[in-house]
C-alpha cells in the first residue's frame, strides 16, 4: 500500500526558508518518479517540481523557479523540498505526490498534505 508522509511545514516571515520532506513506503521508490504539489483553496492544484527516479533531472514551474529545489534519497524513501525567498504567495498545502510513470500511471498517489504559511 502506497503511504506518503508529509512534514516540515509551518509559518514564516516573507523571505525565509523552510525545507519540506516527504517519507515513502509501500512501493518501489526508486522505480517511481515524484514531485511536489500545493493548493490554495478555491484555487486547482499546481505542480511546482517534480524528478525523475535517478535525481539527475528536475523540473519547476516558473512561480517557484530558482527559490525551490526538490531532491530525493532513494536509499531512505524521501523526497525533499529546499524552500527559499518565501512570499505570501507560496502560502498553500503542500502535498508530494507518486507514480509508476514509466508504465504511464502519472501522479495518481498524494499525502495527506503539509501547510505552509508565509506572513509578509
Known amino acids: 500500500q502506497v503511504k506518503l508522509v508529509e512534514s516540515g511545514g509551518g509559518t514564516v516571515q516573507a523571505g525565509g526558508s523552510l525545507r519540506l520532506s516527504c517519507a515513502a513506503s509501500?512501493?518501489?521508490?526508486?522505480?517511481?518518479?515524484t514531485a511536489w504539489f500545493r493548493q490554495v483553496p478555491g484555487k486547482e492544484r499546481e505542480r511546482v517540481a517534480d524528478?525523475?527516479?535517478?535525481?539527475?533531472?528536475?523540473r519547476y514551474s516558473d512561480s517557484v523557479k530558482g527559490r525551490f529545489a526538490i531532491s530525493r534519497d532513494n536509499a531512505n524513501y524521501m523526497l525533499y523540498l529546499q524552500m527559499n525567498s518565501l512570499t505570501p504567495e507560496d502560502t498553500a498545502i503542500y502535498y508530494c505526490a507518486t507514480g509508476d510513470c514509466a508504465r504511464g500511471e502519472g501522479y495518481v498517489y498524494y499525502g495527506q498534505g503539509t501547510q505552509v504559511n508565509v506572513s509578509s
Open positions: 509501500g512501493f518501489p521508490f526508486r522505480r517511481y518518479c
Open positions: 524528478i525523475v527516479v535517478g535525481g539527475d533531472i528536475t
